[in-house]
């Protein structure tokens, strides 16, 4: 049983709203001489409190930019942003891609102050051992969301990692109408499907219509040809519709081509990757 004095009580709410794990239920119920008691189990008066809170974000000290959508902080640890994929700048290892120092001029210009609140998911670092996070200024302004806002990235979004999935698509929908940053660059516009030969590098986006349903033990694909195909790992398939509702419809399909010979195929890990025309 909690008692209700002031402090104890912010100290419970507060503890609460704190944690990313779902708060069990809190009951507050007041007795004949008018003491408000809170508890964890329901009385016969109790009525249930309900705790309003967010997830934790932690402080941090930015000393660079690397690119528009990865940071460096001052103990030397990367983080990469959720749910965003901004394009590359020029590296040893690849080449400049449109729009790339754009992202990265922005991203310099917003965390000019230095300080970040990173909020984790449920995976909290990718396979380069680089921090995920969502990377909010002090004032509150989340920096995933407004990337895609201003056109400046497209969706990436990687289970089991989902947090704003729904705020992002929104923001993407928003700059890709109002043809925004990424959206108006001839690189980045869709082709047909038929022509995945051409464009192997970067983020791409292609139109088709799958004309068939593969599955196998790791993967179902959706077929466009003999040569070309999606494939949707069994493991996501609970947040996709039922891939066959997708067969002789036409799709735009966005993400990175992977080729094997002459076969080739994207991994869409997130039904954001899949746009019905």
């Known amino acids: 049983m909690f008692r209700s004095k002031p402090i104890r009580l912010l100290f419970l709410l507060f503890s609460l709203a704190a944690t990313t794990a779902p708060a069990s239920e809190i009951y507050r119920s007041i007795d004949a001489q008018g003491r408000v008691t809170y508890s964890d189990t329901p009385s016969a008066n109790a009525q249930p409190v309900k705790i309003i809170g967010q997830p934790s974000r932690q402080l941090y000290q930015v000393t660079r930019v690397y690119d528009g959508d990865t940071i460096i902080l001052e103990d030397r640890k990367q983080v990469r942003l959720l749910g965003v994929?901004?394009?590359?700048?020029?590296s040893r290892h690849r080449s400049e891609e449109p729009g790339g120092i754009a992202a990265k001029k922005w991203l310099q210009n917003q965390l000019r102050e230095g300080q970040v609140y990173l909020e984790f998911d449920e995976v909290r670092r990718d396979k380069y051992k680089r921090l995920l996070a969502h990377v909010f200024l002090p004032n509150g302004k989340h920096v995933n969301l407004a990337l895609l806002e201003n056109g400046l990235a497209a969706i990436s979004i990687i289970p089991p990692n989902g947090r704003y999935s729904d705020k992002l698509i929104q923001a993407q929908q928003y700059a890709e109408k109002q043809k925004l940053g990424i959206w108006s660059m001839p690189e980045y516009q869709s082709r047909s499907i038929t022509e995945i030969a051409n464009h192997t590098k970067g983020w791409q986006r292609f139109a088709g219509t799958p004309v068939a349903i593969r599955k196998s033990r790791k993967f179902t694909r959706l077929l466009f040809n003999d040569?070309?195909?999606?494939?949707?790992?069994?493991?996501?398939?609970?947040?996709?519709?039922?891939?066959?509702?997708?067969?002789?419809?036409?799709?735009?399909?966005?993400?990175?081509?992977?080729?094997?010979?002459?076969?080739?195929?994207?991994?869409?890990?997130?039904?954001?990757?899949?746009?019905?025309?």
């Open 85 to 90: 994929n901004t394009p590359e700048i020029e």
């Open 227 to 277: 040569k070309i195909d999606i494939r949707v790992a069994n493991s996501n398939l609970k947040l996709f519709p039922e891939l066959a509702t997708y067969v002789g419809k036409p799709l735009e399909v966005r993400g990175w081509v992977s080729r094997n010979k002459d076969h080739y195929t994207l991994l869409i890990q997130h039904p954001s990757a899949l746009i019905a025309r």
